[in-house]
């Protein structure tokens, strides 16, 4: 018996003996030249925390992977040529029309190729839930501060992302070369044009000549399903590497702390979860593009220059860039013989530069506050007044100029007249998200103010008492210790101060303009104004003896 013990199946069939498998020598191998082993001990036990709003990163994961597969089985049948032909196909209001080859193709694998249709709707479904959900996503980072060290890099891949969706969705609805897309070709060619002294050049370049041009369609094709999405998928891949390496952020609560994670493990908990909600998103997608037409372009018909669709919008995600050229005024200037169109040019530049504010931020916040540690639990938006002020004053601009981008089907719907919608616009885009900051941070204000209340009384219980001498009470009922926990674990920075104006000598000291605005946005978001005294322990304690005011 000196050689391995052989043992015996259920069924009485050897089993496995002291050599090692198949698998067993193929996972020795791919350890010793990888290191497999040694990253899967280490990463697929990685605890990752649990809540509702984490599952929006997880929707731009896997609707961002249904746009390869869906885009992928659209390549095989799709040709980007304008070439004109002449329609002879199933769709019997086209018959004999010259048309493009993209916009036949196009209505051959919505009419003609099995599941074309299906998959091309899913496809433009999922553009469209890709980038809402990471426009949320974002909004969540944003509003719990999980930008601050050390994700501010992860933060811009984040932004990059989002930007460069938002581009790949404009050539991706443009190569049908229908009337809507033709449309908003017409309009990103009246933009570029009005870019001074280069304007022109870009437009030559791009469209190969007068617009429409002949290469607008072939130019876009490869940027649509190459480039863009491969420096996506980029970093997609580094912004979850990133994600990895730096832990995800987690609520605050009992047990949770800046040094760990509490949660359920990647595998097999988190993996099992993942992939059931990946199927169900499919699934979702999957009945929209079966019963939520989109983009019916044998309806809309093929572009002509000559011709404007009625009511032609951009996909939701563009309505921003496009409400602020139509709610601008038709401001033109001449210069030495060159006119500058600043109606258009002037909200053509906004777009990036509002858009910019957005990504810059974490940088801004950290200077002002001088924060330099990390940051591993989520800011509850309620205690950071000013940027959760900020954040619905952006978004609240945003949807006052997607009304303006759509000003024409507002005024349809709705019966009014498209100038007072314009006013509106435009007076709202000043006023709108100064009102909106104001009611927020008062909004979180009142908020704070009721966690205090609720950490130091108790919940209400609804159980009214009358005192000796004859005043009613409400009896409060004491907090849980991980509810306690929860409404009071936020810290309280104090604001940067840059110290006395004058020396020991009593000279003037130099202050840096840079340290006084420091100074100035440190104590807008840290100051007496931004923020109400959480309860102490010593304040409940007090109450609880009776010491302080209780009701």
């Not at 101060?497 to 303009?513: F, S």
């Amino acid at each position: 018996m000196s050689g391995s013990i052989e043992r015996t199946g259920a069924r009485g069939r050897p089993g496995r003996s002291g050599r090692p498998g198949r698998g067993e020598r193929v996972a020795d191998w791919a350890d010793g030249r990888l290191g497999v082993n040694t990253l899967a001990k280490s990463q697929m036990r990685k605890i990752f925390p649990d809540h509702w709003s984490f599952m929006f990163g997880e929707i731009c994961l896997y609707s961002f992977l249904i746009l390869i597969l869906t885009g992928t089985y659209l390549t095989l049948f799709f040709e980007p040529s304008m070439a004109e032909v002449t329609y002879d196909g199933p769709y019997v209001p086209l018959k004999g029309l010259q048309v493009s080859r993209a916009f036949e193709s196009t209505l051959e694998i919505s009419l003609e190729v099995r599941g074309g249709l299906l998959i091309r709707q899913i496809h433009h479904w999922s553009a469209v839930v890709f980038i809402a959900a990471m426009f949320v996503h974002m909004m969540r980072v944003f509003f719990t501060g999980a930008f601050r060290k050390p994700r501010e890099v992860n933060w811009l891949f984040g932004w990059t992302l989002l930007m460069l969706a938002i581009i790949t969705g404009l050539t991706g609805y443009s190569l049908p070369d229908d009337m809507l897309s033709g449309t908003g070709v017409r309009f990103a060619h009246g933009a570029i044009l009005s870019i001074p002294v280069v304007g022109t050049y870009l437009a030559f370049f791009l469209f190969g000549g007068e617009f429409p041009g002949e290469d607008i369609v072939a130019r876009f094709y490869p940027i649509h399903i190459l480039l863009l999405p491969g420096i996506m998928l980029g970093l997609v891949v580094a912004h979850l590497i990133l994600v990895f390496y730096h832990k995800h952020t987690q609520f605050a609560g009992p047990g949770k702390t800046e040094k760990n994670v509490v949660g359920a493990p990647f595998l097999p908990v988190y993996i099992a979860k993942a992939g059931g909600f990946f199927f169900l998103v499919f699934g979702v997608l999957a009945v929209m593009g079966a019963v939520a037409s989109i983009n019916p372009v044998w309806a809309i018909g093929p572009y002509r220059p000559d011709m404007v669709s009625t009511g032609a919008q951009p996909d939701w995600y563009l309505g921003f860039s496009e409400g602020l050229i139509r709610v601008m005024p038709a401001w033109e200037i001449n210069i030495w013989g060159h006119t500058l169109v600043l109606g258009v040019f002037i909200p053509f530049m906004l777009f990036p530069l509002i858009m910019a504010a957005i990504a810059v931020y974490p940088f801004i916040e950290a200077w002002a506050t001088g924060d330099k540690r990390e940051h591993h639990i989520a800011d509850r938006p309620r205690n950071v007044p000013v940027r959760t002020g900020l954040g619905v004053a952006w978004l609240t601009l945003y949807f006052v100029l997607l009304v303006g981008g759509g000003n024409d089907i507002v005024a349809t719907h709705l019966h009014l007249s498209i100038n007072t919608i314009t006013w509106f616009v435009r007076i709202s885009f000043f006023v709108a998200p100064v009102i909106a900051y104001l009611v927020t941070h008062r909004i979180c204000l009142g908020l704070q103010r009721r966690d205090r209340d609720k950490a130091l009384h108790g919940r209400e219980t609804g159980t009214i008492k009358r005192l000796p001498h004859g005043e009613y009470v409400e009896i409060h009922e004491p907090l849980p210790q991980g509810e306690l926990y929860r409404l009071t674990a936020h810290e309280q920075p104090q604001p940067y101060e840059i110290g006395p104006l004058v020396d020991a000598n009593g000279v003037a000291r130099e202050v840096p303009r840079s340290e006084r605005l420091r100074s100035r946005l440190s104590r807008a978001m840290y100051g007496p104004k931004a923020q109400v005294p959480k309860a102490t322990p010593e304040e409940y304690l007090a109450i609880q003896r009776g010491e302080g005011d209780h009701h």
